[in-house]
Nanobody, 118 residues
Framework: QVQLVESGGGLVQSGGSLRLSCVVS????????LGWFRQAPGERRDLVAR???????TYQDSVKDRCTISRDNDKATVYLQLDSLKPEDTAVYYC????????????WGQGTQVTVSS
């Protein structure tokens, strides 16, 4: 059973910070890129950040100065540190694993709500 379990979302005031966590199980995570996406109501699901097993990271330009993605390979966990949050950051944040050994596979978590009040 593959599971990606997010946590850390919640309600925060503008300018505040949150740290999201995603624990991955059921796959060998060293063969998977891990990432965070977000989706606001009525909008597409967009990449926030992603990180390879070796630590190489990619960020959306709109958030790269305000967030940091990291992974603890011993704990099979990926984190997203969000700082200086703005109301436009309000969305459901989803954890994603992409990769595989023989066949490419893709898995999603159920999402965690981030709400930033003004």
């Amino acid at each position: 059973q593959v599971q990606l379990v997010e946590s850390g979302g919640g309600l925060v005031q503008s300018g505040g910070s949150l740290r999201l966590s995603c624990v991955v199980s059921g796959i060998n995570h060293k063969f998977f890129e891990l990432g965070w996406f977000r989706q606001a109501p009525g909008e597409r699901r967009d990449l926030v950040a992603r990180i390879a097993y070796n630590g190489f990271t990619t960020y959306q330009d709109s958030v790269k100065d305000r967030c940091t993605i990291s992974r603890d390979n011993d704990k099979a966990t990926v984190y997203l540190q969000l700082d200086s949050l703005k109301p436009e950051d309000t969305a459901v944040y989803y954890c994603k694993a992409h990769g595989g050994i023989v066949a490419i596979q893709e898995y999603w978590g159920q999402g965690t709500q981030v709400t930033v009040s003004s």
